[in-house]
């Protein structure tokens, strides 16, 4: 009866969906499943609520834009389906594991292995040679050297930097740093890659080959999740998310749906990409 009562204080909205979903547990066929994830940042005395129940499922396979004004909770939510940080309340299920509730081991395996991460930032080492950034995340996974340089030799060649293996990031340009960066986050192999603003900072035609690269990426089959407030970023997306206040304002596919996205999602009537018909469009 506590529990009730508390869960319904932190709830703003559909306390029967989530209950029943929650109940149900994970849809197997969702890779990310996440039901009534709130955050709540305490600084002091002040609360913020940076997330006020977002529901959602992914499935394999998706390219997902995340839009949203600055301070809607877009970060704080690719945080948490990141397993970087760890709700207030909800549920979160990640290929079928309740991440609340896995071991700490397992759940640096999870990081590991499930997840790939790419920041604005590039966060790169930046004395370190291209390689042997990439290497780093295989590295902590325990691969054996020799395998370890294979696939980060693999990964650069995939992101089109075979020909700069040993440059650090002060003899890149800031695309190629962001394209060790993603070779980086897919050198393990991951089950979904994370981008926040991974465009950020970089000038619009090397944003454009980054795109394009995620795009490959994603028609290769894997999922990606990417943060962006530019509208031409979101249309290389298949379906775009709109955060606002904490809650998804909006959810929206742009392109054609896989048979298993059409299964979960239900099949949906195509929206026209974001920025439609408002720019620099003369002809
Ligand atoms: N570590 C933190 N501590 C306190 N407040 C935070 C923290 N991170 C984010 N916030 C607040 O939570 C809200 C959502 O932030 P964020 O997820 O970064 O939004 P976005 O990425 O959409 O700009 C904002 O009001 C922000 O100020
Ligand atoms: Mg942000």
């Known amino acids: 009866m506590g529990l009730f009562k508390k869960r319904k204080e932190d709830r703003s909205s559909g306390e029967g969906f989530a209950a029943a979903a929650s109940a149900e547990g994970p849809d197997p066929r969702a ?3 996440a039901i009534d994830i709130v955050k709540i940042y305490e600084m002091g005395d002040v609360k913020v609520h940076a997330l006020r129940g977002v529901t959602l ?26 397993c970087l940080a760890k709700p207030t309340s909800g549920t979160y299920y ?10 700490d081991n397992r759940l640096a395996e999870i990081r590991n292995k499930k997840i790939g991460f790419v920041f604005q930032s590039f966060n790169l080492l930046p004395r370190m040679s291209a390689l042997h ?29 075979g020909d ?11 695309g190629q740093i962001q394209r060790v960066a993603i070779a980086r986050a897919l050198v393990t192999r991951p089950a979904i890659i994370f981008a926040d603003e991974p465009t950020g900072n970089l000038d619009s035609r090397t944003s454009e ?33 709109r955060l606002r206040d904490g809650k998804i304002e909006s959810d929206e596919w742009i392109k054609e749906m ?26």
């Not at 195509?270 to 620099?280: F, I, K, R, T």
């Open 258 to 283: 896989s048979p298993l996205a059409k299964e979960v999602h239900g099949e949906r009537p195509l929206s026209p990409p974001p920025g439609w018909g408002q720019a620099d469009d003369d002809d």
């Open 164 to 174: 700069r293996l040993h440059h650090k990031s002060n003899e890149l340009s800031g």
């Open 209 to 241: 080959e980054i795109m394009q690269l995620f795009e490959e990426l994603h028609r290769q089959g894997n999922t990606i999740l990417l943060v962006t407030h530019e509208p031409d970023i979101a249309a290389h997306c298949q379906r775009i998310i």
């Open 94 to 103: 990640l290929d079928g594991d309740n991440i609340e509730k896995v071991s």
């Open 31 to 33: 890779l990310i499943h």
């Open 133 to 161: 950034n990439v290497e780093l995340p295989l590295i902590y996974a325990g691969v054996p050297k020799r395998e370890r340089r294979r696939r980060a030799i693999e990964a650069l060649e995939a992101v089109g930097l």
């Open 57 to 82: 499922k992914v499935t394999r396979g998706e390219m997902v834009a995340i839009m949203g004004p600055s301070g809607s909770g877009k970060s704080t939510m690719m945080d948490i389906l990141g």
